[in-house]
């Protein structure tokens, strides 16, 4: 067996500004893999409460847009 045969990737993909429609439907899926509520987040957006984070369902979006974001922005989506 190959090295990586059967193995998927968590990088998502990199747009190279080709075949845009393909890379929108490689990039939802990978976004959409790391759960509910990280698509949900990019999907519907976030708007930052303009008083401290108090509650559970509050605190839950932050961090699932902060997920979000870190998922769409980090390094590890990156062609190496």
Avoid: V
């Amino acid at each position: 067996m190959n090295s990586g045969e059967g193995f998927s990737s968590n990088k998502a993909p990199l747009f190279d500004g080709t075949n845009y429609s393909f890379w929108k439907l490689k990039m939802n899926m990978c976004l959409s893999a790391l759960g509910y509520e990280i698509w949900e987040a990019i999907k519907n957006g976030y708007t930052a409460p303009s008083t401290p984070i108090t509650t559970t369902t509050d605190k839950k979006a932050y961090e699932s847009n902060s997920k979000a974001k870190n998922a769409i922005c980090a390094d590890w989506w990156k062609e190496s």
